[in-house]
Every structure is written in structure tokens, then in C-alpha cells.
């Protein structure tokens, strides 16, 4: 993390521009940071390193020098020194053409804060690659809610199986509904199986294509390093359509990448700085004595090493977009957790009703057989009274 960053006049010292981070808890702190900053500013002189970095403790000062001027940032000794000597340089291009004229005519302290702003936007593009790694922990927990709201919809299914108790035609439906199932199965299939052809038809296009294009590319880059002499630029960028060509000279050793062209040229340069010390270290003595092509092919190793700890910057800024999709999926499976269990009630009190239902019906049967045994009775009852009194009526009318 970028700590406190401070821009000095390399003659005299003065502080030109500063920014601080916001703590509290290590106001106290920064400010002895900064106290060492300022000694630091009144030591430097033009016979001091254009760039060097000075341990503190758990913290680490960077400084760069160009154009009598000083450009200095503490950060934690964790933070990548690639990373915090191209904020540096950064900063210094963009300070150089807003104020580099009037450097030597100012006279009192911190007479650009205002460019405090662009050091606040350049250094949210320098977080912290640790952050990077965050994103691992992020798909991890997206995945434990994914696995919730299935285990969710499970319980749904269950308990909508439940219905066909209550309802004699749910029976049918459920065997349409697994007819459907069945159709909807075989339908997704076929689609997954057309879908993953074209995917692998299209894989396979793009492969052959850039394929192709890195192979042209190559071609490209090997005549670049047959017209680069000792007179050529040390550092160098050359577009090639969508990409770009960066080249680093250092001790008869060219270091070349080819990125696209979005790629920021500050961390590309970076990178290839990083290849140049590594490579002189391991293999500097030998390169004037081979004599065969990629004698030392085994290097590829540290370059997909340090290649993963420069990746586009964008990635990093995708965490915000991930971090709120995530929080829109928890608001999501909290709804459908409060649609379920109010669902849950609403199918227990529906199989509740549906028992007294039952209760009652049996109830009613009973009690509508017994008032009709009593009805039958009652009606045979009378009629056998009517036909004895008119047998007696008969009977006495004869008489």
C-alpha cells in the first residue's frame, strides 16, 4: 500500500507537492516518516543515484530523480519496487508537464498541492497486488451461495411435492410435469452439445489465428534484433496494429515484449527491468560465448513467473464490478430465502386446512347417513299407520 507520497526540489530540498493516506491509526507515525523525508530531500544532490530504495523498518522510501527534481513514496516493504518505480515515473511525466517550468522560480513550500489530486487517481491505479489474490476468496464464496440456493430450491421441490396429497389432479401434473422434464432435459442437452461444438469450433479458429499472428509477430521481432546496434535507443516502444513492441538495452542484451497496445508502457518497461536483473545475474557471463539459439530456453521458467505478477491492470479494477454483483446475489437468494419460507407457511396452512377438511367431511357423511336412516324410518313408520287406519276405516264403513 502507498503510504505518504512527497515531491522536493532537488537543490535546496523545498517540498513541492505532498499526499498522505488517511489513518488514524498511523497519523503519529506517517509523521516521522515524513520528518526522515524531508532529511532525506536535504541530503540528496545531483552526485546522489537517479533512483533507490531505503529500508525502514516495516515501510520502504523509493525515490526517483529527474530534472532536479525529487519524487519520493513510502510504502510497505511488501509492496513490488517494479510498481513503485513506475508510480514514480508516472508521476513524474505528468508533474513535469504541468509544473516543470516553474520549478525553480517558486519559493515557499508546497506551492503545487493541488496536484495532490492526480496523485490520489494514480495511486488507486497502484493498489496493492495483493488485492489481486482476493479474487480467488471472492469465487469461493460465490460458489458457497450458489450452492445455498440450490440446496434452497431442493427444499421448494420437496415441498411442492407435498401438494399432491391435497389434490387428486396433481398427480397428472406431476406426470406431465415429468414428461416435460424429460422434454426440457433432452432439449438442454442438445443445446449444451451444439453450444460447446461451436465454442470448440471457435476455439479452434481463434488458435489457429493467433497462431498465426504470433508467429508473424515472432518474424517481426527477429529482424527488430538484427537492425539494433549499439547507437539504437535503449528503451524503445513500436506499434504494431492493436499491440506494441517495448524494448529494453542493457549490457549487449535486448529484452523485447510484445503486449496490446492498452497494456500501460510503465509496467511493460518495469517487467522487462525485472527479466534484465534476473537474467544478467544468472546468465550475464555466458552470453558472449553462445553460440546455438536459446541457449538458455530454461529461463521461460522465471519469465511466466514474473509475467503473472504484472497482469493488466483492469483485472484489479474488476473487483469492484465483482464485489457488487456478489452483494446483488445476496440480496437475491435473501428474497427468494423470505419467498420460500413464507411459501413454507402458506403450504402449512394449507395442509392444516386440508385436514379439518377432511376431519369435517367424514363428520358430515356420518351424521347425512344417520339423518337419512332416520328419514326411512320415519317415512315407513307413517306409511304403515296410514294404511292400518285405512284398513279400520274400510273395515268400520263396511259395517
Given at each position: 500500500m502507498v503510504l505518504l507520497t512527497m515531491i522536493a526540489r532537488l537543490a535546496d530540498g523545498l517540498p513541492l507537492a505532498a499526499s498522505m493516506q488517511e489513518d488514524e491509526q498511523l497519523g503519529r507515525d506517517l509523521q516521522q516518516y515524513q520528518s526522515?523525508?524531508?532529511?532525506?530531500?536535504?541530503?540528496?544532490?545531483?552526485?546522489?543515484?537517479?533512483?533507490?530504495?531505503?529500508?525502514?523498518?516495516?515501510?520502504?522510501?523509493?525515490?526517483?530523480?529527474?530534472?532536479?527534481?525529487?519524487?519520493?513514496?513510502?510504502?510497505?516493504?511488501?509492496?513490488?519496487?517494479?510498481?513503485?518505480?513506475?508510480?514514480?515515473?508516472?508521476?513524474?511525466?505528468?508533474?513535469?508537464?504541468?509544473?516543470?517550468?516553474?520549478?525553480?522560480?517558486?519559493?515557499?513550500?508546497?506551492?503545487?498541492?493541488?496536484?495532490?489530486?492526480?496523485?490520489?487517481?494514480t495511486k488507486k491505479s497502484y493498489i496493492d497486488s495483493r488485492a489481486r489474490r482476493n479474487l480467488g476468496s471472492i469465487n469461493t464464496e460465490l460458489q458457497d451461495i450458489q450452492r445455498i440456493m440450490v440446496a434452497n430450491i431442493e427444499e421448494v421441490l420437496q415441498r411442492g411435492e407435498a401438494l399432491s396429497a391435497i389434490d387428486s389432479k396433481a398427480s397428472n401434473l406431476s406426470?406431465?410435469?415429468?414428461?416435460?422434464?424429460?422434454?426440457a432435459k433432452y432439449l438442454n442437452t442438445r443445446s449444451t452439445y451444439a453450444k460447446l461444438a461451436a465454442g470448440g469450433v471457435f476455439f479452434i479458429m481463434l488458435i489457429v489465428y493467433l497462431g498465426r499472428d504470433l508467429q508473424q509477430y515472432q518474424s517481426q521481432a527477429k529482424q527488430l534484433f538484427r537492425k539494433l546496434s549499439d547507437q539504437s535507443p535503449s528503451r524503445c516502444t513500436l506499434e504494431a496494429g492493436s499491440m506494441s513492441f517495448h524494448y529494453f538495452i542493457e549490457k549487449g542484451v535486448c529484452y523485447l515484449v510484445l503486449c496490446e497496445a492498452s497494456f500501460p508502457k510503465k509496467l511493460a518497461f518495469a517487467y522487462l527491468e525485472d527479466l534484465q536483473a534476473e537474467f544478467h545475474e544468472q546468465h550475464g557471463k555466458k552470453v558472449p560465448t553462445v553460440s546455438r539459439p536459446y541457449s538458455f530456453i530454461e529461463f521461460d521458467?522465471?519469465?511466466?513467473?514474473?509475467?503473472?505478477?504484472?497482469?493488466?491492470?483492469?483485472?484489479?479494477?474488476?473487483?469492484?464490478?465483482?464485489?457488487?454483483?456478489?452483494?446483488?446475489?445476496?440480496?437475491?437468494?435473501?428474497?427468494?430465502?423470505?419467498?420460500?419460507?413464507?411459501?413454507?407457511?402458506?403450504?402449512?396452512?394449507?395442509?392444516?386446512?386440508a385436514s379439518n377438511l377432511s376431519s369435517l367431511s367424514k363428520k358430515y357423511r356420518s351424521d347425512a347417513k344417520y339423518l337419512n336412516t332416520r328419514s326411512t324410518y320415519a317415512k315407513l313408520a307413517a306409511g304403515g299407520v296410514f294404511f292400518i287406519m285405512l284398513i279400520v276405516y274400510v273395515r268400520f264403513w263396511w259395517l
Open positions: 526522515q523525508a524531508k532529511q532525506l530531500f536535504r541530503k540528496l544532490s545531483d552526485q546522489s543515484p537517479s533512483r533507490c530504495t531505503l529500508e525502514a523498518g516495516s515501510m520502504s522510501f523509493h525515490y526517483f530523480i529527474e530534472k532536479g527534481v525529487c519524487y519520493l513514496v513510502l510504502c510497505e516493504a511488501s509492496f513490488p519496487k517494479k510498481l513503485a518505480f513506475a508510480y514514480l515515473e508516472d508521476l513524474q511525466a505528468e508533474f513535469h508537464e504541468q509544473h516543470g517550468k516553474k520549478v525553480p522560480t517558486v519559493s515557499r513550500p508546497y506551492s503545487f498541492i493541488e496536484f495532490d489530486t492526480y496523485i490520489q487517481k406426470s406431465l410435469s415429468k414428461k416435460y422434464r424429460s422434454d521458467t522465471y519469465i511466466q513467473k514474473t509475467k503473472k505478477s504484472y497482469i493488466d491492470s483492469r483485472a484489479r479494477r474488476n473487483l469492484g464490478s465483482i464485489n457488487t454483483e456478489l452483494q446483488d446475489i445476496q440480496r437475491i437468494m435473501v428474497a427468494n430465502i423470505e419467498e420460500v419460507l413464507q411459501r413454507g407457511e402458506a403450504l402449512s396452512a394449507i395442509d392444516s386446512k
